[in-house]
């Protein structure tokens, strides 16, 4: 029999394999179990993995995955020396990081006054997640560019902006993975020397602390080099910049991709490539992909208002600011990230037709709709 031990928030796994499987949860706030006997280890992003953690593989693990989209906190190199297969669950939650852009970004332009078609955004990095904010960016006629030079060098058909262009963009957001070294590094990639001579409007960080200098940034916005900022990663994450936090539109606790719907995916995806690599069927799971009936009764609402009646990120921006000042911060960081049901994603969310009239935004955002009965 196939032995599996998971974290026990990588959402919904067992729904997505079969019965056989013997599937053992852990708590990642408490120390990891013996790894002896396991065919599989699967972790989040807070789990970090290397030699100090796990310096004897024992024979019996096979393949060690991450519920998250990026794997920075694996020692890749390590695992794969030793025999060991990595999987993710990369892209997962690309929808969900882009509609906290867009929708952080609609909110901003209401409450600043400020036409988003009038303004260039600067997406730094190309991959699954950065290609839909440039997609949800389109939807909505706003004119961007995107900057990867690394998939500019593995996709002959794909031509990166220059850096100068996307440095000259008034709004700049970032969806890289965090890179220390190599030729291509994103650690600090946004810092003094990028800042100096520059003004943007707005910088949104939803990929991975660490990305942009916090320092820098801080200095940025105290000499008005930069007019507003939007964070959901932090540098050193769970121990978030308070200082940041205040000067900040919108801070939220690394929830930019959590969404019923990116958490189902990231479950999927794991399960699919287990059973590649392991020789399993899966069961079906198209039943744990329903959308959900909204009952708002309020035919008043102004689009602001539905917004954040659709998304939390206000609620999370609103509790993240609330811990400032607590000692046990770094711990009630995590709580916020677990402890909140996940929001579903737009298209997954059906109002009443009559609610949403002449909000065309809802629409493009894909919100569905139904007739109420007579």
Request: charged share 25%; net charge negative; hydrophobic share 40%.
């Amino acid at each position: 029999m196939l032995r599996i031990l998971t974290d026990q928030n990588i959402y919904k796994l067992d729904q997505f394999l079969p019965e056989e499987i013997e599937l053992i949860t852990y708590d990642p706030e408490r120390p990891m179990p013996g790894l002896e006997g396991f065919d599989a280890l699967l972790v989040r992003s807070l789990t970090k993995l290397n030699e100090l953690i796990i310096p004897v593989i024992p024979e019996s693990l096979k393949l060690i995955g991450t519920g998250s989209s990026g794997s920075d906190h694996i020692d890749i190199d390590y695992f794969e020396k030793k025999g060991v297969k990595l999987i993710d669950a990369k892209g997962s939650n690309a929808n969900a990081v882009s509609e906290y852009v867009i929708t952080s970004l609609l909110l901003w332009s209401i409450k600043k006054s400020r036409n988003l078609s009038n303004l260039k955004i600067g997406i730094i990095g190309a991959g699954a997640t950065g290609t839909s904010v440039k997609n949800q960016l389109s939807k909505f006629g706003i004119p961007s560019c995107s900057y990867d030079p690394p998939r500019q060098v593995r996709e002959s058909d794909f031509e990166s902006a220059s850096l100068d262009e996307v440095l000259s963009c008034d709004i700049l957001t970032f969806h890289v993975p965090l890179i220390r070294k190599g030729d291509h590094t994103t650690f600090h990639w946004l810092d003094e020397e990028k800042l100096h001579g520059r003004s943007f409007e707005l910088v949104i960080n939803a990929s991975r602390g660490g990305v942009i200098n916090e320092l820098a940034l801080l200095e940025a916005i105290e000499n008005n080099i930069i007019s507003d900022v939007i964070i959901d990663v932090w540098e050193d994450e769970p121990n978030f910049n308070t200082a940041l936090v205040e000067k900040a539109f919108i801070a939220t606790p690394h929830i930019a991709g959590y969404s019923e719907q990116a958490k189902l995916n990231a479950s999927k995806m794991l399960a699919e490539k287990l059973s590649l690599f392991f020789e399993f069927d899966l069961p079906d799971y198209s039943c744990l992909y329903t959308p959900k009936r909204l009952d708002i009764a309020n035919l008043n609402y102004s689009l602001y208002e539905f917004i954040l009646r659709l998304h939390p990120l206000r609620e999370y921006d609103a509790d993240l600011r609330e811990l400032c000042l607590r000692p046990d911060k770094k711990i009630l960081f995590q709580r916020l990230r677990i402890d909140r049901p996940y929001r579903f994603e737009y298209p997954y969310l059906e109002l009443c037709k009559n609610l949403i009239n002449g909000l065309e935004t809802l629409n493009i955002l894909g919100v569905k709709t139904f007739n109420e009965n007579p």
